[in-house]
C-alpha cells in the first residue's frame, strides 16, 4: 500500500521596509500604510484666499465709485439750489439806454426780472432808463454830475458808435467790458457797453454781460424788429 507523501511548507520570513510595508515573502500578503499618509495630504490642503482678497478689492472699489458719484451729485444740486435761491441777495443791474431803443430794452429787461435771473448766487433786477446819448456822454466824463442820469449806471447802449468812441478817448479806464452790437438800423448801430465804475462791482460786471448775451436770444431780437430794429 502506498501511501501519499506531501510536502508542507512553511515560511514565517518576513521583511520590513522603510516606507511602513509588512512583505510576507512565500505568500505575497503585503499590507501597506501609504494610502493613509496620502489621505491625511490630502486633508491638509487649503484653498488659495488670494482669488477671495482679489474679489472683495474690486466690489470695495465698485462701492466706494458709487458713493463718490452719488455725494458729487448731491453736493452739486445743493449748489445749484443755493444759487437759484438767491444765497448772496439782490442787486440791481442800471442800463441807460438811447430814446429810440427804449421799448425793446424796456421787455427784455421785463422777461429778465420775471424769470429772477441769477449771477453769482444773486438775482439780478435790471432797470432801464432812456437818456440821451450827449447828456450820460457829459455825466460820464465829468462835465456833468452823475445824478443828472439817475447815478452811475453798469452798460450804456447809446445809438451809435461816436458815441463810445466820445466816451473811450476822454475816459479810457471806465470801460467795463467791449462794446458789442445788439441791434441796428439803416444808419444806426446800437451797441451794449459794459461801464467800470466806482459802484459798479464785480455782480454788476458779470450781470451786464450775461444780460448783454440776454439781448441776442431770439426772443429779444424779435422785439427789436418790432421796435423797427434787426440784430
Same mark, same amino acid.
Given at each position: ?22 512583505? #510576507? ?75 429810440? #431803443? ?93 461801464? #467800470? ?35
Amino acid at each position: 500500500m502506498n501511501r501519499a507523501v506531501g510536502k508542507a511548507t512553511s515560511t514565517g520570513e518576513q521583511r520590513t521596509t522603510g516606507e511602513g510595508r509588512s512583505t #510576507a515573502t512565500e505568500g505575497r500578503s503585503t499590507v501597506t500604510g501609504t494610502h493613509r499618509a496620502m489621505g491625511k495630504l490630502a486633508g491638509r490642503r487649503r484653498v488659495a484666499k488670494w482669488p477671495i482678497f482679489a474679489g472683495a478689492f474690486v466690489v470695495l472699489l465698485i462701492l466706494g465709485l458709487l458713493a463718490w458719484g452719488w455725494a458729487n451729485n448731491v453736493l452739486n444740486s445743493r449748489a445749484e439750489a443755493q444759487a437759484n435761491a438767491c444765497t448772496d441777495g439782490n442787486s440791481t443791474l442800471t442800463v441807460v439806454v438811447t430814446p429810440s #431803443a427804449q421799448k425793446p430794452l424796456t421787455s427784455a429787461a421785463d422777461r429778465w426780472n420775471r424769470a429772477n435771473t441769477v449771477v453769482h448766487a444773486h438775482c439780478v433786477h435790471v432797470e432801464v432808463r432812456a437818456i440821451p446819448p450827449q447828456q450820460v456822454l457829459d455825466a460820464l466824463t465829468g462835465k456833468a454830475d452823475v445824478s443828472t442820469i439817475g447815478g452811475f449806471p453798469a452798460a450804456w447802449v447809446p445809438e451809435n458808435s461816436f458815441w463810445i468812441n466820445q466816451l473811450v478817448t476822454a475816459k479810457p479806464g471806465i470801460v467795463g467790458s467791449p462794446a458789442e452790437s445788439v441791434a441796428s438800423a439803416a444808419s444806426t448801430d446800437y451797441q451794449f457797453l459794459g461801464l #467800470a465804475g466806482p459802484t459798479v462791482d464785480e455782480v454788476q460786471t458779470r450781470a451786464a454781460q450775461v444780460f448783454r448775451d440776454f439781448l441776442h436770444e431770439p426772443a429779444q431780437q424779435a422785439d427789436f424788429k418790432a421796435a423797427g430794429l434787426s440784430g
